[in-house]
């Protein structure tokens, strides 16, 4: 099993970034997707969640209207677009993977939000 987070880097105040989680080693299409942030000192906070089809999707208060969250089951990946980045939104961007009791997690990748 395996995920791999890529797409992470430094962007200034109000900008994007596009992160991308590949999958591989299990079967993507039956577990539903999450995005998980760490900042410095903070506990890991779930960001996005998209449903195994996904057909249901969820975001945290903080990012709503920002952050989106889609998946392409043909590709075995799931993505994060994030818009108007603020500072408070730097932090190491985890994907997770869900089903009943199994939690696969990617080694994570770092958004830095700074001018």
């Known amino acids: 099993v395996q995920l791999v987070e890529s797409g992470g880097g430094l962007v200034q105040p109000g900008g994007s970034l596009r992160l991308s989680c590949a999958a591989s080693?299990?079967?993507?299409?039956?577990?539903?997707m999450r995005w998980y942030r760490q900042a410095p000192g903070k506990e890991r906070d779930v960001v996005a969640y998209?449903?195994?089809?996904?057909?249901?999707?969820f975001y945290a208060d903080s990012v709503k209207g920002r952050f989106a969250i889609d998946r392409d089951n043909a590709k075995n990946t799931v993505i994060l677009q994030m818009n108007s980045l603020k500072p408070e939104d730097t932090a190491v961007y985890y994907c997770c993977a869900v089903s009943g009791n199994l939690n696969y997690w990617g080694q994570g990748t770092q958004v830095t939000v700074s001018s």
């Open positions: 998209i449903s195994s089809a996904g057909g249901s999707t």
């Open positions: 080693g299990f079967t993507f299409s039956s577990y539903a």
